[in-house]
């Protein structure tokens, strides 16, 4: 498991999030118009022998493997690979998560780029979103895993403006309890619940390192 430490204050950190932050966003805004477009196909070939040049200039210089968790020595954290809130991941929507006491919430939109059903959201995406959240309400510190997630699909998730929130029910020594909801503006489309472990790497004492 890679958690990787970095050497870098605040105005890099910033500098960094300046510079990929919007090219993930602009990366989301080419999916979103592949999807959608209508455009001749000559147009469709120019573009997709542009986005191939773009992607070799990118792979020019590039790490080995996916991106992990890094953070500065300050504590800061910098999960920019992270599939729902990575600052330089395009399939992340990206969610930006709210914290308060044992609650967490986040408001974010989802496009074409997540449906499933027609005009709706893939249940495996209203999962991915629930984990996610359900799992940063269980700790706001340590690494907790995710032992069970329980979902109850209530009814089908509009693409457009969406809520996830969650809060701690219960903590049992290593195992944290979280129920949670995704909604629209009509109200809860998926309940969910969740059993959040904390590796064994990380609890008091241990000697094992991630892996
Ligand atoms: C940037 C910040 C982001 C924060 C939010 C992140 C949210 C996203 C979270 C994820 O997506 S994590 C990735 C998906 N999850 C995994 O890949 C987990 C894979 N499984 C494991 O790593 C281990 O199986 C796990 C850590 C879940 C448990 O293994 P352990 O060996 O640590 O469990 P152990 O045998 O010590 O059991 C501890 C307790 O948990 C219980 N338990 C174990 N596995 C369970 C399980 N799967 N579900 C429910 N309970 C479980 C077990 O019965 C026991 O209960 P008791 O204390 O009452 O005896």
Redesign the pocket.
């Given at each position: 498991m890679r958690f990787t430490a970095e050497d870098i204050d605040g105005h890099e950190v910033a500098r960094r999030e300046a510079l990929y932050g919007p090219l993930a966003e602009a990366v989301r805004e080419l999916v979103d118009a592949t999807i959608r477009t209508e455009v001749d196909a000559a147009a469709v070939q120019e573009v997709e022998a542009t986005v191939r040049a773009a992607t070799a200039r990118l792979r020019d210089r590039q790490i080995d493997g996916a991106f992990g968790?890094r953070y500065t020595e300050d504590g800061r954290?910098m999960?920019w690979g992270?599939v729902?809130?990575g600052l330089r991941n395009p399939i992340a929507p990206p969610l930006t998560?709210h914290r308060e006491r044992d609650r967490c919430w986040s408001e974010f939109t989802l496009g074409a780029a997540y449906e499933g059903p027609p005009g709706h959201v893939h249940g495996g995406i209203c999962a991915l979103v629930l984990?996610?959240?359900?799992?940063?309400a269980?700790?706001p510190e340590k690494?907790?895993?995710?032992?069970?997630l329980t979902l109850r699909y209530r009814r089908a998730t509009p693409l457009g403006p969406l809520r996830a929130e969650a809060r701690i029910d219960r903590v049992?020594?290593?195992?944290t309890y979280v129920v949670g909801a995704l909604s629209d503006s009509d109200g809860v489309t998926v309940e969910a619940e969740g059993?959040?472990?904390?590796?064994?790497w990380a609890?008091e004492g241990s000697t094992t390192t991630p892996t």
């Open positions: 968790v954290i999960p992270n729902v809130i998560v984990d996610h959240v359900l799992g940063s269980s700790s690494p907790n895993f995710t032992g069970t049992d020594g290593v195992k059993v959040f472990i904390l590796p064994v609890r």
